[in-house]
């Protein structure tokens, strides 16, 4: 079985650029998530995806971030304009659902390591 | 608000020596907690987690972690360091009334032959 693959690994970028990361989960998985983890902190919650379906985006930094999950399959994340503080690792996660739905076991891709020159 | 405190960002073991990384939760409710290991290059692997049946649990690669409510403790053990372990390692706690990950700092632990 595939696990969580992410495009590109790394991405150099001028401040004020576009980029698009993109994520396909395991196959079958109907919930999707995007995680960052900026240098020296935390790695943090963006959003997460039922099937197509925002259920929560309530880590979204700001209105640059668009993330999106046509299909129900792959997801992408974009960045638009970028900034400096955008540099960091994003991470993709997925999982099936289960009915306890705080105990599913999420499954991460290697990140997408982005740098905001 | 739950949360995970991970303490000392880089742990160094010797080969053969006992690996602790500690972790804290802070939680209103029961929490289920999590312990992820990443490798250089890799994603997020889980190693175990605790969803509110045994106290102890095993996991991956000879770790194991034991919850204690009274210490608001989740620490993750390893009884001998192999070269391999080296890595770093996450604590997380899923969040009430939804199923995102909050995760502690990391600990990245080197193994010292």
């Known amino acids: 079985e595939a696990g969580v693959t992410q495009f590109p690994s790394h991405s150099v970028i001028e401040k004020g650029q576009t980029v698009t990361l993109r994520c396909d989960p395991i196959?079958?998985?109907?919930?999707l998530y995007w995680y960052r983890r900026v240098m020296g902190k935390e790695i943090k919650f963006l959003l997460h995806?039922?099937?197509?379906?925002?259920?929560?985006e309530s880590g979204m930094p700001n209105n640059r971030f668009l993330a999106e999950r046509t299909g129900g399959t792959y997801s992408t994340l974009k960045v638009q304009p970028a900034e400096l503080e955008d540099s960091g690792v994003y991470f993709c996660a997925s999982s099936h659902p289960v009915a306890e739905i705080r105990t599913d076991t999420q499954y991460f891709g290697p990140g997408t390591r982005l740098t905001v020159l | 608000a739950q949360s995970v405190t991970q303490l000392g960002s880089h742990v160094s073991v010797s080969e053969g020596a006992l690996v602790l990384l500690r972790c804290n939760y802070s939680s209103s409710v029961p929490p289920y907690l999590f312990w992820y290991v990443q490798y250089p290059n890799q994603g997020l692997q889980l190693l175990l987690k605790y969803t509110s049946a045994a106290t102890l649990v095993k996991g991956i690669n000879g770790f194991e972690a034991e919850f204690k409510k009274s210490e608001t403790s989740f620490h993750l053990t390893k009884p001998s360091a192999h070269m391999s372990d080296a890595a770093e390692y996450f604590c997380a706690v899923s969040l009430y009334g939804n199923n995102r990950l909050a995760f502690g700092k990391g600990n990245q632990v080197v193994v010292i032959p």
């Open positions: 995806f039922v099937k197509e379906s925002k259920q929560d």
């Open positions: 196959s079958g998985h109907d919930n």
